[in-house]
């Protein structure tokens, strides 16, 4: 897992909007925040914002050079804690 950190610490994954960590980070932080406050308009947003991470990633998948990437797998690992996060409020 030490990976996670450098992944999320490169400048074009976290900070950059629109990539597939920085999604699935929003998606995550959207979820929790929908799910304290129980505001159903906010989840539905993290919903999106999780579907949106996931079709980056199966995009990655099919490229040889991004699918290698641990950026991709920080990904995956997050959008694990967004279903967590959604299914158990």
Do not use: H, W
């Not at 290698?68 to 804690?81: C, H, K, R, Y």
């Amino acid at each position: 897992m030490d990976f996670i950190i450098p992944a999320m610490e490169a400048e074009k994954s976290l900070i950059s909007p629109g990539t597939s960590l920085n999604t699935a980070v929003m998606a995550v932080a959207m979820a929790a925040f929908g799910n304290r406050q129980r505001y159903q308009l906010v989840l539905a947003k993290a919903a999106k914002q999780y579907a949106k991470a996931l079709k980056q990633v199966n995009e990655a998948l099919l490229d040889p050079e991004l699918a290698l990437e641990d950026q991709i797998l920080a990904t995956v690992l997050i959008l694990g804690v967004f279903e967590v996060n959604i299914i158990q409020p």
